[in-house]
């Protein structure tokens, strides 16, 4: 088995999504400071699903507000889509080129289903509200939802439904990258497996590159190409499941090797880009 890389592997080929070099994220509290992250390095390459692993507090979803604009880090750079970061920070940030799936789907609670979808366009102000409906009634039939559930209110949808929702507003601008945060947090088996067989049609059908944090580990070894640990305030490994798991840390084998891991790990072995 090769051994695994101590820090981002880049791909041999393929576009830089994101490529993050030497950041460092430090929270004011009163009487200190507190670093989450120092000199971390990360890169995404197109078309790739690399998924975030690691502890509470780790910095793992303030990494991805980052990546969309909406904190900034104390120091580093980030470049998305080719382009550092802080050039791109206008009204809507990055956003509009990055699409978010929050770990509680954030739908408008006074808004119906078609209406949350279609926020993102509406508020560009900039095209017709006609060509704004039409769009929004193609992502909610793309995430697997009906016509007829466009004027039902958040309130009345199960779990897996808000998820579905929250995934179409994402995708919305058409952004040719998807963030996630727990994207299965929160769903029975069968909504969770539902949601990552969609997840991995339209990673394929959209040609999207995908960044996720999640501790699912059924989600984790279905839909990634590549995992990556934050750990000691970086990303201390990177690469395929099955270099990352033989990689020497207290973190890395409790996650994937202690009792949790063991039904996850017999999944491993059927997918053949994890050896």
């Known amino acids: 088995m090769p051994a695994p890389t101590s820090g981002p592997r880049p791909v041999d080929d393929g576009e ?17 400071s507190f670093v989450v992250h120092e000199d971390l390095d990360f890169v995404v390459r197109r078309g790739e699903v690399v998924s975030l692993v690691g502890g509470s507090g780790t910095g793992k ?9 909406l904190e ?3 120091a580093g750079e980030i470049r998305v889509l080719g382009r550092p970061l802080e050039q791109q920070l206008g009204r809507r940030g990055a956003s509009s080129r990055v699409g978010m799936l929050f770990q509680h789907g954030a739908l408008f609670s006074a808004f ?3 209406e949350n979808i279609a926020f993102p366009l509406r508020e ?7 060509l704004v409906h039409q769009a929004a ?4 039939q793309m995430v697997g939802l009906k016509p007829e559930d466009a004027t039902k209110m958040p309130a009345d949808l199960s779990g897996g439904m808000i998820k579905r929702v929250a995934l179409a507003r994402a995708l919305i601008m058409d952004p040719p990258l998807l963030l996630l945060d727990e994207p299965t947090a929160g769903l029975d088996p069968d909504s969770s497996d539902g949601f990552v067989t969609l997840l991995r049609a339209l990673h394929r059908e959209l040609a999207l590159t995908v960044i996720m944090v999640t501790h699912d580990l059924d989600t984790l070894f279905e839909l990634s190409t590549r995992i990556a640990v934050l750990a000691d305030r970086k ?3 990177t690469g395929p499941p099955k270099e990352v798991i033989a990689f020497q840390h207290p973190f890395v084998h409790d996650f994937f090797l202690g009792q949790r891991g063991q039904r996850a790990m017999e999944l491993l072995r059927e997918y053949p880009f994890a050896v």
């Open 16 to 32: 830089a999504m994101v490529e993050i070099r030497g950041l460092r994220t430090q929270f004011e509290l009163p009487g200190r």
């Open 61 to 69: 979803t303030v990494l991805l507000r980052q990546i969309l604009g």
């Open 72 to 74: 900034q880090p104390a």
């Open 112 to 114: 119906t289903l078609l």
């Open 124 to 130: 560009l102000r900039t095209l017709p509200r006609p």
């Open 137 to 140: 009634m193609v992502k909610l």
């Open 235 to 237: 990303v201390i490994v």
